[in-house]
Each structure stands twice: as structure tokens, then as C-alpha cells.
């Protein structure tokens, strides 16, 4: 079956610093895929997503580049904020609405 | 307000007795989810619904229930609480266009004593 395997947090930054999640899956087909944020208290909410391969998704200075050939959907930023601590999910979608499978979160920290 | 709600945000209940969850959008997505969200388990699907009257079990179902008669309404109940079921729900709803994005409601953190 599908899977997501994202690394294991938690991950503290200095602002200002490199941020790399890393997130491989397992997937039939050709799945799209998803990063989503958590912050604190709060629902998921949808960060950015790419369709195919080779496709960037980018949102708030994030971005992410679907590598099929890798299996890998890394989530960058260059310059990590301090309101950007929160739980960020990797995860796809591999047809039919249903079918949305979710890795277990890695937890960002950001210190001023 | 337009998006997805859930209430209530809080809620403590005893072993044994139960208790509804709810969860209403205003976009009228037809597709539906209900999840759960334990540390080191990520998000679990509990349930899900593609149309009102329409739902199926997802990953972890065993002592829930839901029911969709209206499209913007699905409740998520527990017909008696076990301690096992103290966790973060998360409402979710998609258009069900293409790529199939979630949007997410804030969450009912429940706790079973």
C-alpha cells in the first residue's frame, strides 16, 4: 500500500537558517503530493502541492520539486523565520478522494 | 463564517458514555473526512463520506459512528468512550477536484477519564 516516510523530529533552527524536511513515499501510480503545516492549536492547512514530476510547489518562501525518480518530496526554505515553528505533513494522494495518506509530521522549532 | 467548524474544541467525558462530535462546512464539498491524531501515529481516518447518506470506514473505525443527512454536517460519534479514544479529532472536507487537497477544521481535543 501507499506510504510516506518523513524525517524524525523534532528539528530546531536558528532564524535565519537553512530549513531541509525530508520526505520519501511509496505510492502506485503517479500520486500528487502535499505538504501541509500545522501550527499550534490549529488544523492542518494546505502549504503547497505538486502534481507530477518534475513540478515545483511553492508557497511562503517554501518549496518542494516532486522527484520521481527518487521518490522524494523535500520541503526547503532558505531562511526559516521564528513564525514558522509548527508541525509540517507530507503526504499523497494516489486517486480517488479517499486514498490520502498522511506521514507522521516533523516538528520545526525556530529560535530567535 | 465560511470554512470548515468544529465544536465543541474541548470536551471531557467519563468512560461508558457517549458523546457526538461535530463538524459543519460551508463550501459544500461533497467529500468528507473525520480523523484522529495520536503522537507517533500521525493523522488515522476514522471515516469518511463521499455525498450526504453516503460513508465508509477508514483505518481505525471500531467504536465510532457517523451519519451524513446533510452535505455541510457530518457528525462523528462515540457510542461509549473508552480512554483509549482520549486524542485530537480533525473534520476535514475536499472538493474532490483533481488533486484532492484537504481543508482541515481546528480540531476537538477530547479526553476520557
Known amino acids: 500500500g501507499d506510504s510516506v516516510t518523513q524525517m524524525e523530529g523534532p528539528v530546531t533552527l536558528s532564524e535565519e537558517a537553512f530549513l531541509t524536511i525530508n520526505c520519501t513515499y511509496t505510492?502506485?501510480?503517479?500520486?500528487?503530493l502535499f505538504w501541509y503545516v500545522q501550527y499550534p492549536g490549529e488544523g492542518l492547512q494546505l502549504l503547497l502541492k505538486a502534481t507530477k514530476a518534475d513540478d515545483k510547489g511553492s508557497n511562503k518562501g517554501f518549496e518542494a520539486t516532486y522527484r520521481k525518480e527518487t521518490t522524494s518530496f523535500h520541503l526547503e526554505k532558505g531562511s526559516v523565520q521564528v513564525s514558522d515553528s509548527a508541525v509540517y505533513f507530507c503526504?499523497?494522494?494516489?486517486?480517488?478522494?479517499?486514498?490520502?495518506?498522511f506521514g507522521t509530521g516533523t516538528k520545526l522549532q525556530v529560535i530567535p | 463564517d465560511a470554512g470548515i467548524t468544529q465544536s465543541p474544541r474541548y470536551k471531557i467525558t467519563e468512560t461508558g458514555r457517549q458523546v457526538t462530535l461535530m463538524c459543519h462546512q460551508t463550501w459544500s464539498h461533497s467529500y468528507m473526512f473525520w480523523y484522529r491524531q495520536d503522537l507517533g501515529h500521525g493523522l488515522r481516518l476514522i471515516y469518511y463520506?463521499?455525498?450526504?447518506?453516503?460513508?465508509d470506514k477508514g483505518e481505525v473505525p471500531d467504536g465510532y459512528v457517523v451519519s451524513r443527512s446533510k452535505t455541510e454536517n457530518f457528525p462523528l460519534t462515540l457510542e461509549s468512550a473508552t480512554r483509549s479514544q482520549t486524542s485530537v479529532y480533525f473534520c476535514?472536507?475536499?472538493?474532490?477536484?483533481?488533486?484532492?487537497?484537504?481543508?482541515f477544521g481546528p480540531g476537538t481535543r477530547l479526553t476520557v477519564t
Open positions: 463520506s463521499a455525498a450526504a447518506d453516503i460513508t
Open positions: 503526504a499523497l494522494n494516489s486517486g480517488g478522494y479517499q486514498k490520502v495518506t
Open positions: 476535514a472536507s475536499t472538493p474532490g477536484q483533481v488533486t484532492y487537497e484537504q481543508y
Open positions: 505510492a502506485t501510480g503517479y500520486p500528487s
